[in-house]
């Protein structure tokens, strides 16, 4: 069975502090995602990779970066924390398709991020 | 925006009763997947539908897409209280890359 594991299932930080969630995924995926959930508006993508050391932005990238060095670990990163990124983080990883069609996610058990 | 849209946005039935749950999206897809999200939970993956079915089944699952209409719909039959959980439906389409975009989901609770 595909294996994606978070680093924290919860986590507590202050305004301003940098903080780092990482994923890790041990099934020799492609692509991995990193994605918040918020009530009432669904999982938004913040940023993607297809392959080491390549990224690509989502639909809300702002505030975040990302970073994947290794192929199995894909990293988030909040360079300075506000409240309004207090939120459920989830990352996924995909096989990756090379044909026309998107393939099935599987998905970490999520970060729920308080930043006070 | 592409995002699928479920309907409803909350499902409450008894034990043993039939959950549907519908999607809709606006612009021509490749697939269609849903997923499962327990409280608090990652999302688990539960069926996949190309465009080109009209019709899938996995268990106690039934998925229909209807891309005239735009829209999909879940059917779990023989509820149980194990399948309490929110509902997402996932649309993949071409937009510069491969992308997949899902709904705002169907919380579904089945009543013991």
């Known amino acids: 069975d595909v294996k994606v594991t978070q680093s924290s299932r919860y986590l507590v930080k202050r305004t301003g502090e940098k903080v780092f969630l990482e994923c890790v995924q041990d099934?020799?995926?492609?692509?991995m995602f990193w994605y918040r959930q918020d009530p009432g508006l669904g999982l938004r993508l913040i940023y993607f990779s297809y392959d080491v050391k390549m990224k690509e932005k989502g639909d809300i990238p702002e505030g975040y970066s990302v970073s994947r060095e290794k192929k199995e670990r894909f990293s988030l990163i909040l360079e300075s924390a506000s409240t309004n990124q207090t939120s459920m983080y989830l990352c996924?990883?995909?096989?990756?398709?090379?044909?026309?069609?998107?393939?099935?996610?599987?998905f970490g058990p999520g970060t729920r991020l308080t930043v006070l | 925006s592409q995002q699928g849209e479920e309907d409803p946005q909350a499902l409450s039935i008894q034990e043993g009763e039939n959950a549907t749950m519908n999607c809709s999206y606006k612009?021509?897809?490749?697939?269609l997947q849903w997923y499962r999200q327990n409280s608090g939970r990652g999302l688990v993956h539960l069926i996949l539908?190309?465009?080109?079915?009209r019709e899938k089944h996995s268990g106690r699952l039934r998925v229909t897409l209807d891309t005239s209409k735009k829209s999909s719909s879940l059917l779990i039959t023989a509820s149980r209280a194990a399948d309490t959980a929110s509902y997402f439906c996932a649309t993949s389409y071409w937009g510069g890359y491969q992308k997949v975009t899902f709904g705002t989901g169907t919380k579904l609770q089945v009543i013991p």
């Open positions: 539908i190309r465009s080109n079915e």
């Open positions: 099934m020799d995926h492609e692509n």
């Open positions: 612009t021509s897809i490749n697939n």
């Open positions: 996924a990883s995909s096989l990756g398709e090379t044909g026309f069609v998107a393939d099935t996610q599987y």
